[in-house]
């Protein structure tokens, strides 16, 4: 049994490159592709929680995807609202996401991840 989880995008270069690093650090993280298996609005409220980062903070902005859903970082959202629009839509999730024990880390880049280890 593992204490790391990996919420991945085998498409993303730098989750790649994470997931190596953390194999490189000898892990073998729980390896979940959150576009298939998003995370549940309390495991994502947790997953913020531990970044010390609110949900918006946590949404890639930039996607397309984001202004098709006429989303805006000037949104008066709940911080509820923010979490079911990422579970809805996991395309929206930064990448990737390193939680190990109680702490989690965004890997980018991707050698950000080690100060959980």
Known sequence: MTD???YHNPRCSKSRQTLELLRE???EPLVV???KTPPAAEELD???TMLGKGPLEI???QEKLFKELGLSKQ???SREEWLRILTEN???IERPIVVHGERAAIG???ESVRAIL
Do not use: A, H, S, V
Request: glycine share 4%; proline share 12%; aromatic share 4%.
């Open 25 to 27: 650090e000898g892990m």
């Open 59 to 61: 949404t890639r902005t």
């Open 108 to 110: 980018r880049p991707p």
């Open 75 to 77: 949104d008066d959202r």
């Open 33 to 35: 592709d959150y576009q």
């Open 90 to 92: 996991p395309k929206l």
């Open 46 to 48: 947790r997953i913020c």
């Open 4 to 6: 790391t989880t990996i």
